[in-house]
């Protein structure tokens, strides 16, 4: 069992670059694949980005492609969403989520998920 925290979100100006961060416990967090996918109200969860376990291959939303990075420590048992020139749009709850199964775009394909952090982006 893998437990997964998410912080770092918050209000942030559009044009900001905030952080994200997704902290493993419990399980072998360098076996999974690692996602980010967001959410707004009343609409189904989207991929936003992955990353598999050696952190050699990466995977965007077309959204995001260019703006969002992913990236993993995995001495830290930590994966990172490094967010740039963020939009009204971008505002959602993100969540990261370890997978074991591909593709890792799928949210069908993971297993454990972190409770979730809003991100609100203001013009």
């Known amino acids: 069992q893998v437990q997964l925290v998410e912080s770092g979100g918050g209000l942030v100006q559009a044009g900001g670059s905030p952080r994200l961060s997704c902290s493993a416990s419990g399980g072998a967090f360098s076996r999974y694949a690692m996602g980010w996918f967001r959410q707004t109200p009343g609409k189904e969860r989207k991929f936003v980005a992955a990353i598999t376990w050696s952190g050699e291959s990466t995977y965007y939303a077309d959204s995001v492609k260019g703006r969002f990075t992913i990236s993993r420590d995995n001495a830290k048992n930590t994966v990172y969403l490094q967010m740039s020139s963020l939009k009204p749009e971008d505002t959602a709850v993100y969540s990261c989520?370890?997978?074991?199964?591909?593709?890792?775009?799928?949210?069908?394909?993971?297993?454990?998920w972190g409770q979730g952090t809003q991100v609100t982006v203001s013009s």
């Open positions: 989520a370890a997978s074991n199964a591909f593709p890792v775009t799928q949210s069908k394909n993971y297993i454990y």
